[in-house]
């Protein structure tokens, strides 16, 4: 039998989905590399484990299948300075120091206030009902 899902993975899950929603709508449906439209994924720049850069827009972009695995997960110096280039140092070295923060784990409610700032954003992009 599975184990039940706590509240804590539903909003994990429910905060990827509209994070995924999010980015989409902003990259246009496109790879950022290449303007492919099929195969296309959400590319974070720093990982995913970290919860307090996880939904930031300035952490991810659209990237075709192949151009994700081989440029964030194989060239990451190469990817690293197209990333640079795309977002501008400024903006990077901000995500660094978000990405680099330690601040322990992160609780549900704040989970919960992401959730309700990513509904937000959707709808200010009238993409939510």
Sequence with gaps: M???????QKYIKRNDDLFREII???????CQMTGKETGVQVAHFFTRKNL????DVDNACLLSAGKHLY?????HE?????YIKRIGQDRF???????NYVGGTVSVTTLKEW???LIKTLEEWGCWE
């Design 78 to 82: 190469k990817f690293r300075d197209w």
């Design 115 to 117: 959730n309700y700032l």
């Design 24 to 30: 989409r709508k902003r990259d246009n449906w496109r």
């Design 2 to 8: 599975r184990k039940k899902k706590t509240e804590r």
């Design 93 to 99: 070295d901000a995500l660094k120091m978000r990405a």
């Design 71 to 75: 440029f964030a997960h194989v060239e």
């Design 52 to 55: 307090h850069t996880r939904w």
